[in-house]
């Protein structure tokens, strides 16, 4: 008999497990089970077979318990309101676990961030970059912080696929939680149950996920909406060489929703640079010309910055149909054939609430009318939901509502009736437009990538690389404004790289290498592009120039001419090619020509002041690990600058 086995607190939690026998499921599952079981010491342990009864259970016991509450004006939808200290991903708290710290993080020129004590971890080396503990202070951390952790809960044993069940770029996860929120979420967002356990072959091949709230029971901590949580000792661990993640004192999403991610970005981006593909932080979507010709393009937008509105656009301009694969992740693989075959690894879509409405995102609207768990959103008292820039008249009559923060709210109140991180969480396929082939096994063949963020000054509506090396600098250079999907202050503008900075798995230096190593004889490689719905008038400092929502298919509607060879619609500037003045279609679109002028507008001062402080960027952040074949195309961009 095992060591394991013979310990007589493991056959007495055994004998507590719900449902399933824990003697039926593979080994190395069963191991994983009992070490974090002796560790948390979970009063039971309940193996989630994925079906609607026990999902309906869940539901009931959160309501029984006070943390959620049915909204029953809607069907089947549910409210949960967070302590108001967990709201969003923690990313000063958030870090990779590795031998070597420069597989993880790029040294800084100047030095490491300074570290607060009270995020309580212990030599936690911070970077613009991601973060990074050694292997010794993370146990010590753990050390402090497992023992127990579970005491008087249960731990839910989730097993869920990223992808299509079986499908071949899919992959397995297991989830243990304490956190019956988080198994009724991760229902929505993976696939999940019963039916992921015969595939697990190879029986220890499956990542790792442990999560807990951090709060056992009893205890003396106060408990803010019955929604336990640990914000002092929050912290989200990855370790890449044992396929592990480590959530502690969160419920938020992104935080405690492993597959999202912890998984499939972070894990991800290591397995696919390893494998030899892509994961990353990107839509999907399918582009249908009036000729009724396809395409599917990805796209990366940092967090709130309008992923899930391109996916699920509706298109203003006649002819052109918009489908959706996917909101927020992409897993792309070259095939045989040299076509990049991407797939949406989720099973559902985590949205943000506030600016979602029946003008902006008629297809999020409809997609979250049932089987939909809100959080932090505002309610009626006869359930239903409200946000900011929902276009409803419910607030205009003076109405009362019930804020995110569970107090009387109306139109003049001084907060916001929801928290700008509030979210969904809805079933993909209730979305109308789902793209036929969204779950197909082999993926959809990727013709375009973009990138884009919020840059209110400076940065045209559009623009294209000359080629994949021009793309990967362009990619490299991602800035935007900072926004409620984490946890920065004010409205400054950040750098996010590839839309991935609080997803890198690994080095962003090797994670350049890896994008231009992608690039091969044979291989169809995307066109690459920057789109900025968010230029504002008056330097940045007016409204916005660009309708934005379902115009911006009059952007894509060029980017599927571009990727078709048009080269009759393009000129060259120094940032790349853009729209020829003419060709671009303008017609019905009911904005001044000023602010049109000013939406393509390249103005050559800004530009040789972004590129210098991108290059100062990367020259203390990525450092030596920067490769030169991106630092030769900024050159190569300030060279085209000063040579007109
Ligand atoms: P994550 O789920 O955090 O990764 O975000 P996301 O990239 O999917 O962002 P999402 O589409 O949810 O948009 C976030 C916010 O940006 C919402 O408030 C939207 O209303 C707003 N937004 C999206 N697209 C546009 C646009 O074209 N123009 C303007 N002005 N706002 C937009
Ligand atoms: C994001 O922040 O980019 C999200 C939401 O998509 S979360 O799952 O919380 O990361
Ligand atoms: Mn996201």
Known sequence: MSPVLADNKMLKLKKSCYKCNMTDLPQGLQNFIEEKARVCQPDKIHICDGSIEEYNALLELLQVNGSLQKLEKM????????????????????F???????????TPKHGFKEVDSSLNLRNLKCTALGNWMSPEDLEYELGRRLPGCMKGRTMYVVPYSMGSVGGSISKIGVE????????????????????????????????????????????????????????????VAHLPEKNEVISFGSGYGGNSLLGKKCFALRLGSIIAKREGWMAEHMLILGITNPQGVKKYIAAAFPSACGKTNLAMMTPSVPGWKIECVGDDIAWMKFNEKGELRAINPENGFFGVCPGTSNSTNPIAMKTIQKHTIFTNVAH???????????????????????????????????????????????????????????????????????????????????????????????????????????????????????????????????????????????RKMPKIFHVNWFRKSDNGQGSFLWPGFGENIRVLEWIFKRTDGDDSIAQKTPIGYMPKVDSFDMEGLNIPVGCIQELF??????????????EKYFDQNVNISMPNEVLDQLSSIRERFLNI
């Open 380 to 522: 009626t008292a006869d359930g239903e939901v409200y946000w900011e820039g929902m276009d409803d008249n419910m607030v205009s009559h003076g109405e009362h509502l019930i804020s995110w923060k569970g107090k009387d709210w109306t139109k003049d109140s001084k907060e916001p009736a929801a928290h700008p991180n509030s979210r969904f969480c809805a079933p993909a396929e209730q979305c109308p437009i789902i793209d036929p082939n969204w779950e197909s096994p082999e993926g959809v063949p990727i013709s375009a990538i973009i990138f884009g963020g919020r840059r209110p000054q400076g940065v045209p509506l559009i623009y294209e690389a000359f080629n994949w090396e021009h793309g990967v600098y362009i990619g490299a250079s991602v800035k935007s404004e900072a926004t409620a999907a984490a946890e920065h202050k004010g409205k400054v503008i950040m750098h996010d790289p590839f839309a991935m900075r609080p997803f890198f798995g690994y080095n962003f230096g090797d994670y350049c290498k890896h994008w231009l190593s992608l690039s091969k004889e044979g």
């Open 96 to 106: 990779i676990c590795t031998k070597s710290m420069r597989d993880t993080i790029p």
């Open 601 to 614: 507008s390249l103005d050559k001062q800004f530009w040789l002041g972004e590129l210098e402080e991108i």
């Open 75 to 94: 069907d089947d939808c549910w409210l949960a309101l967070t302590d108001p200290k967990d709201v969003a991903r923690v990313e000063s708290r958030t």
């Open 176 to 235: 243990l939680t304490d956190s019956p929120y988080v198994v009724c979420n991760m229902r929505i967002m993976t696939r999940m149950g019963i039916k992921i356990l015969g595939k697990i072959e190879d029986e220890s091949v499956f990542v790792k996920c442990l999560h807990t709230v951090g709060v056992p029971l009893p205890t003396k901590m106060t408990i803010v909406n019955n929604w336990p949580c640990n914000p002092e000792m929050t912290m």
